[in-house]
């Protein structure tokens, strides 16, 4: 089980009360990092080795003092030595390793003193071994939590793309195809990144497992992933005594993403060790629209163009969901800290619970990016809210905060329709992990552990042709707050005979005549939808929608 962040700050009081007069660098900094380690209840020898041998760029050899690739590496010197100096010499060092060993994390230290670089946010904490407890939160990526900056087009999101496509062609070769395939594919994923990200407890129990459970050969490991996922979907109290222990460890997920068998698959060596390669990559980085960019990378070109599928970047998300009700929300927020009246508690309130329960609607969801940015932004304002209403608790209140009692935003207020059933899975999976990823962020703001495993609430995705579905039986549109997304974009010359058959009946153009374009269907559909509720609707579509032919025939039904 994960200490909480009480029982960690306890242990990094204790650490700082036996470390204080310790001084000589050389007969002291491995079991100094072993309990340091310790704090977190993590086993140092797990995730990281001493002395790591380096080639600098000078052709001068050194040793790293203790590494962890991809996340943490630490120059450690005795007390009182220039720390100035021990920076630059572990950015030597950064600067030899290969680019995937590279780690975010630089910690410099002289037993009483701490330099915390992270290189993703270009931020540095300075502070002394007694003021460690109240520091210690800085150190959650020992656990997998951390902040995380998300870019488009960012190289580790298209490492990670090409490693699962990697898997998933060597998978269809040799004949694991279909339904199984993508549900493999989607569970593996989640598995990947629950390892690194705190899910999983300790941290790389999935990637030991593979490593120390299953033949070189990859003979037994299809019949391992198996079982696994029959214990990710049952509840600890209903486990058979006689479990593996190895097994044992992992915890209850649910949410319907281990639910129900799958065919067994056969690796062999090179399959297995392209899943292990995969383990090995650094998942904390992922956004979790890296999912539509590994869909796109396991499509053929010509399904991608008759579908109109198409990644949208997330700043293009930004442009719709931003002014279709982002700004409005952060505004009205900004009006409300700025009152001084004493109603100012109670409408802070007021307005997170309606967070809470506004709802939103894709009606062309693909791998979800639209759904999973709205919900990190939604998520991201409700931070902001409790760290307002924290200040009154402060004040007025005594006794533990319950964090697990503060977030009212989840995932089960996000619907959308897809036709594509791999992509479905896919925006289900993602908003879970968007949801862990926003837990992370919480318990970093309050200093306590805020997770949501076992999975209770789930997004409302359905695997449906969304110009043949009734929206009203998804979601009841005056339920519904906003309808938004990027449908496919597919020109009438292109459009197949069903497609421009739809088009025209949902235009009520008859059989004959009429240009739109196959994303024209959608806005009709989303103006027809929102006459019995009161959702606005914003979309990315073509410019051929406001110019040329099409505007006479769309725009009098709009």
Not at 10 to 25: G, H, L, S
Not at 251 to 257: A, E, K, Q, S, T
Not at 285 to 293: D, E, L, R, T
């Amino acid at each position: 089980m994960r200490l909480s962040w009480n029982e960690i700050r306890a242990r990094a009081a204790t650490f700082a009360a036996e470390w204080q007069d310790a001084a000589y660098e050389k007969g002291e900094t491995q079991s100094f990092y072993n309990d340091f380690f310790h704090i977190f209840g993590v086993k140092r020898s797990s995730v990281a080795r001493y002395e790591e041998h380096v080639k600098k760029l000078d052709n001068r050899s050194g040793f790293i003092d203790l590494f962890w690739p991809g996340v943490l590496l630490v120059e450690h010197k005795s007390a009182g030595r220039d720390l100035t100096k021990a920076c630059g010499q572990a950015g030597a060092y950064f600067d030899a390793l290969p680019e995937q060993e590279r780690p975010r994390y630089i910690l410099v230290s002289d037993f009483q003193t701490f330099a915390l670089h992270d290189l993703d946010e270009r931020e540095r904490t300075f502070f002394a071994l007694a003021d460690l407890p109240r520091n210690v939160e800085k150190f959650g990526f020992i656990l997998g939590i951390q902040k995380r900056t998300f870019k488009d087009q960012d190289p580790v999101n298209i490492q990670a793309s090409e490693l699962m496509g990697h898997l998933h062609d060597a998978l269809e070769q040799s004949g694991y195809t279909g339904h199984d395939l993508e549900r493999l594919l989607v569970r593996t994923v989640f598995c990947l990144f629950a390892d690194d990200t705190g899910i999983f407890e300790p941290r790389d129990i999935f990637l030991d497992f593979l490593e120390t459970r299953t033949h070189e050969d990859g003979s037994d490991l299809g019949l391992w992933l198996s079982r696994l996922f029959q214990v990710l979907d049952t509840p600890e109290d209903r486990r058979q005594k006689a479990l593996d222990e190895d097994l044992a460890r992992f915890p209850y997920v649910n949410g319907d993403l281990f639910r129900g068998p799958l065919r067994i698959p056969d690796f062999d060596a090179p399959m297995r060790q392209a899943l292990l390669d995969a383990c090995r990559f650094d998942w904390t980085a992922i956004s979790p629209a890296i999912f539509g960019a590994l869909f796109q990378s396991v499509m053929e070109p010509v399904q991608r163009r008759s579908q109109g599928a198409h990644y949208t970047t997330e700043q293009n998300i930004l442009k719709v969901i931003e002014p279709l009700f982002l700004d409005d929300l952060r505004a009205e927020f900004a009006r409300l800290k700025a009152r001084k009246d004493t109603h100012r508690r109670l409408e802070l309130h007021r307005f997170q619970q309606r967070l809470g329960r506004l709802r939103f609607l894709d009606p062309a969801c693909g791998c979800g990016n639209f759904l999973i940015i709205a919900y990190r932004e939604l998520r991201t304002l409700e931070i902001a809210v409790l760290k307002e209403l924290r200040a009154y608790r402060d004040d007025t209140e005594t006794g533990e905060l319950d964090v697990t009692a503060l977030s009212v935003v989840n995932v089960d207020q996000f619907y959308g329709i897809e036709i594509g059933e791999f992509p479905t899975h896919i925006a289900e999976t993602a908003l879970w992990m968007m949801d862990h990823i926003m837990n992370n962020r919480l318990s970093l703001e309050f200093g306590q552990t805020f997770v949501r495993i076992p999975l209770t609430q789930s997004p409302h995705i359905l695997h449906a042709d969304a110009l043949e579905t009734d929206w009203a039986a998804l979601l009841p549109p005056e339920d519904c707050s906003y309808v938004f997304g990027n449908p496919p974009f597919v020109g009438a010359k292109f459009q197949s005979q069903e497609q421009r058959a739809q088009v025209h009946r949902i235009a009520a153009l008859g059989k004959t005549g009429g240009t739109l374009d196959y994303v024209t269907a959608w806005l009709l559909k989303a103006g027809e939808y929102v006459q019995r509720g009161s959702a606005r609707i914003g979309f990315v579509a073509t410019n051929s929608t406001t110019q040329g032919e099409q505007v006479g025939q769309l725009w009098p039904l709009l």
